[in-house]
């Protein structure tokens, strides 16, 4: 009971409401978010974007061949799926936040209120990418001013491009596991060995192709092909998004 005054005290609009469900998802567990800082730590001293620079210098110098240089080009790039992973980290406690608000009967208590499904759903997504994107802004600040006290504003430029595209499949994955999870009930259910809901899993798909694509393509073809990928992703998510309306129904928001 207590809980349900909380998302309803104090909430008279949206905002309120989104950031309330937001700490309350980070209240979950501290894990999530540990590991999200120490990811993006990690990405800010060993994969920052504007290495490229002193790599290729490097490359150029030493007279390595091509095959090799194309492969250590490519490690900045790597910091696209390392970027987009920490932030789905920090979704997982608004997914499991909304599995754990269903069969504790929270949504059935504020459909009585009179709350449609869609704002429910809207609730939970917006709560998803604000973690999102508070990371983003923080974290990007953070690899910008590092690219411009190594390589000035070279660095400022590949990180601008590395870490737009991580935030664009990152914010796009975020909203197609939401949107996918409210859609298929079945994707709410934790997976084997694990406290994630399947949605989770299935968003990794969006996430594995950064792994490759720096190796499979040229530096510059490898950025082409992950912003299409990212433009993919962002579309379905939209669309989904847009028939949110239809495709939410409202028992399946009941425990």
């Given at each position: 009971?207590?809980?349900?005054?909380?998302?309803?005290?104090?909430?008279?609009?949206?905002?309120?409401?989104?950031?309330?469900?937001?700490?309350?998802?980070?209240?979950?567990?501290?894990?999530?978010?540990?590991?999200?800082?120490?990811?993006?730590?990690?990405?800010?001293?060993?994969?920052?974007?504007?290495?490229?620079?002193?790599?290729?210098?490097?490359?150029?110098?030493?007279?390595?061949?091509?095959?090799?240089?194309n492969?250590?080009?490519?490690?900045?790039?790597?910091?696209?799926?390392f970027?987009?992973?920490?932030?789905?980290?920090?979704?997982?406690?608004?997914?499991?936040?909304?599995?754990?608000?269903?069969?504790?009967?929270?949504?059935?208590?504020?459909l009585?209120?009179?709350?449609?499904?869609?704002?429910?759903?809207?609730?939970?997504?917006?709560?998803?990418?604000?973690?999102?994107?508070?990371y983003?802004?923080?974290?990007?600040?953070?690899?910008?001013?590092?690219?411009?006290?190594?390589s000035?504003?070279?660095?400022?430029?590949?990180?601008?491009?590395?870490?737009?595209?991580?935030?664009?499949?990152?914010?796009?994955?975020?909203?197609?596991?939401?949107?996918?999870?409210?859609?298929f009930?079945?994707?709410?259910?934790?997976?084997?060995?694990?406290?994630?809901?399947?949605?989770?899993?299935?968003?990794?798909?969006?996430?594995?192709?950064?792994?490759?694509?720096?190796?499979?393509?040229?530096?510059?073809?490898?950025?082409?092909?992950?912003?299409?990928?990212?433009?993919?992703?962002?579309?379905?998510?939209?669309?989904?998004v847009?028939?949110?309306?239809?495709?939410?129904?409202?028992?399946?928001?009941?425990?």
């Open positions: 009971m207590a809980q349900m005054q909380e998302m309803t005290n104090g909430s008279g609009n949206g905002r309120n409401q989104v950031i309330v469900t937001a700490g309350r998802a980070l209240g979950i567990n501290r894990f999530y978010l540990a590991y999200a800082i120490m990811m993006g730590f990690g990405v800010l001293v060993f994969l920052n974007p504007s290495s490229s620079i002193r790599i290729t210098s490097l490359i150029s110098t030493a007279g390595i061949t091509s095959g090799a240089a492969a250590k080009a490519a490690i900045p790039l790597l910091a696209v799926p970027t987009v992973l920490p932030m789905m980290m920090l979704t997982t406690p608004v997914v499991v936040l909304f599995a754990y608000d269903k069969s504790n009967g929270m949504l059935e208590y504020l009585s209120l009179g709350t449609t499904q869609r704002d429910i759903y809207l609730r939970y997504l917006d709560a998803a990418l604000l973690d999102a994107v508070v983003l802004l923080f974290f990007g600040a953070l690899n910008a001013l590092y690219s411009y006290i190594q000035g504003t070279g660095g400022l430029s590949t990180t601008g491009v590395i870490l737009g595209t991580g935030g664009l499949i990152a914010v796009s994955t975020v909203a197609f596991i939401m949107m996918v999870m409210m859609i009930s079945s994707l709410q259910k934790s997976r084997a060995g694990g406290n994630q809901p399947l949605a989770m899993t299935l968003g990794l798909v969006g996430v594995f192709p950064g792994y490759f694509i720096p190796f499979l393509f040229q530096y510059n073809t490898a950025v082409e092909v992950e912003i299409v990928e990212g433009a993919l992703i962002a579309a379905i998510a939209l669309v989904l847009a028939l949110s309306g239809r495709l939410v129904r409202r028992e399946k928001l009941l425990p």
